[in-house]
């Protein structure tokens, strides 16, 4: 018998979408005016619940992979890893954070330099410093500690209790118990798909204009709307592709090309551009973030209430919240053999790290052509928009003739895989179980893959970015109080089949596997 389709959660995300990307399109100078406001109430009253939000999942994390529960295994005992470890952080990172690292990773310097945080004056040799630092901390451990969070109970109850319901519901039936599998677990799952669509339709909200204005520069065409439109539908053929080719098949080789690319991207711009200068401020921003971690995790602005917090820190915190559960459920399903401390390393050192190095690489290489002069960044971006200057400075590059047109494919590349990733995981939540290998119906995933673009484009369409830092902060509240329910369960079914020993297939790891030895892929 095939998969079946979880009806009700499938026809009310369907419904609740078209419910607000008509009245986008349809009134968009009211919609405008709503985003905007609920944009400020959002952040003014419940941002410090984000930042708590924040300092809970890094310290969960590590109590997790420091402590005892660390060595248990994400399936039997005597099961290797899926994936090879290189497949599996590509798999990760490009699902984690698609084009947002090169969009972000280009430009966000520019807004810091002009509205430094702290309380530091605006392009100051200081500001310059901060501004390199505060992008590397809003793309780092904490970013990914909210995407731990639901990976490691999600896992557990897949892997080790061998629950066949890849979804956030069954994940709170440590608290909630029975109503976990009724209509309560229908409305967390629910949610849960408006969260994703929340996290997603900012990432590709992002993206697509970036990948438009770059194919507009390359073949001397309009950048309008409708060239944005195409770049939705390219990606959705790309992904097409690949989810007809599978799990380990599709997304893993799209995955895989997308590393090398960004590894190739990088090392030319270090070894072309200002290396010292790169590798010295990239230095000096890691030893700020190190050095005032706690500071900039626990900093709310109280006194001068600049703003900086809501508008920055805020905004990416609810970002990663929103996209936290499905980050959880895709980590859930590529780590079968992996034990809790491999991932939770994993997640923050594989994730961590590919951020900084764009981060150090990118963004350092625009600060150095704004701040010698060489080009305004801050001037393109103030006069035009973020996507022109991001494009302005790749043809900045040498052979740029040849550079802009590898940054497009790997943007492209970024916003398939996560398109591909995204339409899987909601396919997979709008179903009604799925075992260890199942997947969704191939209709199933295309059909969120084509809703998935409704979104961002109808965001686009009225308000731009403040429009997308909205949606993806008033669709996290409600992911941040599941992914605590989510915590609780996790610790809970630890303590229980530790005293229990059930089940005691998967209680003990390999300890003679190291985290180094999981770069092995297993066996068929």
């Known amino acids: 018998m095939g998969v079946r389709t979880d009806w009700p959660t499938f026809g009310a995300t369907l419904v609740v979408l078209l419910g607000i990307c008509i009245p986008l399109l349809v009134m968009q100078e009211q919609a405008n005016d709503f985003i905007n406001a609920a944009f400020s109430v959002m952040t003014a009253n419940f941002g410090i619940l984000y930042q708590w939000g924040g300092i809970a999942a890094v310290g969960l994390l590590l109590w997790l992979a420091l402590g005892r529960f660390g060595q248990v295994k994400l399936g039997n005992s005597c099961e290797r890893p899926e994936f090879s470890s290189f497949s599996w952080a590509g798999m990760l990172f490009c699902a984690g954070i698609g ?46 500690a909210f995407y731990g969070v639901p990976a490691i109970p999600l896992a557990y109850l897949y892997h080790v209790r061998k629950q066949p319901e890849l979804k956030l519901s069954a994940a709170c039936e440590g608290v909630l118990g029975k109503y976990a599998h009724g209509a309560l677990g229908k409305v967390i799952d629910i949610l849960f798909m408006f969260g994703l669509l929340g996290g997603v339709g900012t990432s590709l909200g992002l993206g697509t204009p970036m990948v438009a204005a770059g194919l507009s520069e390359v073949f001397g065409i309009e950048n309008s709307f409708g060239l944005s439109i195409f770049v939705m539908l390219l990606c959705t053929a790309i992904f097409g592709v690949s989810a007809y080719s599978g799990l380990k098949k599709g997304i893993k080789i799209l995955s895989d090309i997308n590393v090398w690319l960004a590894i190739a991207l990088i090392a030319f711009i270090l070894l072309v551009g200002p290396t010292l200068f790169i590798l010295k401020t990239t230095t000096n921003s890691i030893g700020l973030m190190l050095q005032n971690f706690v500071q900039m995790n626990f900093w709310t602005d109280p006194i001068t209430n600049s703003g900086f917090t809501e508008s920055w820190t805020v905004f990416y915190w609810a970002w990663w919240i929103a996209y936290g559960p499905f980050m959880g459920l895709f980590v859930a399903k590529i780590s079968r053999g992996r034990t809790i401390r491999q991932v939770i390393t994993g997640m923050l050192v594989y994730g961590s790290l590919g951020c900084w190095a764009y981060f150090g690489v990118l963004g350092n290489y625009a600060m150095h052509l704004e701040l010698n002069d060489i080009l305004s960044v801050t001037s393109i971006l103030n006069e035009k928009d973020a996507p022109t200057a991001i494009i302005a400075v790749i043809k900045s590059l040498p052979l740029s003739s040849l550079v802009l047109p590898l940054f497009c494919v790997l943007a492209l590349i970024f916003l398939a895989t996560q398109f591909d990733s995204a339409a899987y995981i909601m396919a997979a939540v709008a179903t009604v179980k799925l075992t260890e290998n199942e997947h969704p119906a191939r209709w199933h995933v295309l059909f969120w893959a084509l809703a998935l673009a409704a979104l961002p484009l109808s965001l686009m369409f009225v308000g731009g970015l403040k429009a997308l830092q909205t949606a993806a902060i008033t669709l996290a509240l409600p992911q941040l109080f599941i992914t605590a329910i989510m915590a609780i369960s996790l610790v809970r079914w630890l303590r229980h089949d530790e005293i229990n020993g059930v089940p005691s297939a998967s209680r003990v790891a390999d300890t003679s596997q190291s985290f180094t030895a999981a770069n092995v892929t297993a066996t068929p």
């Open 99 to 144: 084009s947002g690292i090169l969009y972000w990773g280009t430009i966000e310097w520019a807004y810091y330099l002009q509205t430094p945080p702290l309380g530091i004056t605006a392009n100051t040799d200081k500001a310059a410093e901060w501004a390199a630092t505060y992008g590397m901390f809003h793309w780092g451990i904490t970013a990914w």
